[in-house]
């Protein structure tokens, strides 16, 4: 099931900004933690950032003061708001959510958006 979309990736230059968003949708009963993952080309997946239904969020050292997670629960929609770019941020970003639906209550992927930044 597709339950999670994301949007807003792109090409953008070394200083840039971006700004991703997940959407849930579906037959969802509620969203507990959502976050933001990524994955460079040769390395294993990461974790960016993430948000608890109460707002408490956690970041990865190396996105600490440049990127901002957030969430609006009225609209199912997690964001992660993209600054001071670097090459290195280059990668397919991930949303996960975990939520309760009609199949099960677990972990749920997106299918990624991919985002270049350019030295």
């Known amino acids: 099931q597709g339950y999670l979309v994301e949007s807003g990736g792109g090409l953008v230059q070394a200083g840039g900004s971006l700004r991703l968003s997940c959407s849930a949708s579906?037959?969802?009963?509620?969203?507990?933690?959502m976050g933001w993952y990524r994955q460079a080309p040769g390395k294993q997946r990461e974790l960016v950032a993430t948000?608890?239904?109460?707002?408490?969020?956690n970041y990865a050292d190396s996105v600490k003061g440049r990127f901002t997670i957030s969430r609006d629960n009225a609209k199912n929609t997690v964001y992660l708001q993209m600054n001071s770019l670097k090459p290195e941020d280059t990668a397919v970003y991930y949303c996960?959510?975990?939520?309760?639906?009609?199949?099960?209550?677990?972990?749920?992927w997106g299918r990624g958006t991919r985002v270049t930044v350019s030295a």
């Open positions: 996960n959510a975990h939520l309760d639906t009609v199949i099960a209550s677990k972990n749920y």
């Open positions: 579906g037959s969802i009963f509620s969203i507990n933690a």
């Open positions: 948000i608890a239904s109460g707002g408490t969020t």
